[in-house]
């Protein structure tokens, strides 16, 4: 059974950071997605077992996601945070190998953590 733990989130002001956290049992790839009330899950970021990456356009530049294979932990660190950003932050993990992990779709992840909040006041 694959079972992950997040941790971190909360409240912060717009322009601060924030970092997620969450340790999972055994996966191939990782990634966090967030749902902001009245909108559907969208994908972050992503990030395989051997450390390749991908990001949602929102997030470029703001957002970098790791892992510590030691920890079996990925973390999600968020700079530069926006009240856009405010949702409930979910990490996902997949434990077959897919070509499509990259296009962060809900579909390819079949576990899920049970979320944290993040709100980002203006």
């Known amino acids: 059974q694959v079972q992950l733990v997040e941790s971190g989130g909360g409240s912060v002001q717009s322009g601060g950071s924030l970092r997620l956290s969450c340790e999972v049992s055994v996966y191939t790839y990782m990634g966090w997605f967030r749902q902001a009330p009245g909108k559907e899950r969208e994908g972050v970021a992503a990030i395989t077992k051997t450390g390749t990456t991908n990001y949602a356009d929102s997030v470029k530049g703001r957002f970098t996601i790791t892992q510590d294979n030691a920890k079996n932990t990925m973390y999600l660190q968020m700079d530069r945070l926006n009240p856009e950003d405010t949702a409930m932050y979910y990490c996902?993990?997949?434990?077959?190998?897919?070509?499509?992990?990259?296009?962060?779709?809900?579909?390819?992840?079949?576990?899920w953590g049970q979320g944290t909040q993040v709100t980002v006041s203006s």
């Open positions: 996902a993990a997949a434990t077959s190998v897919s070509s499509n992990w990259w296009l962060l779709r809900v579909t390819d992840f079949g576990y």
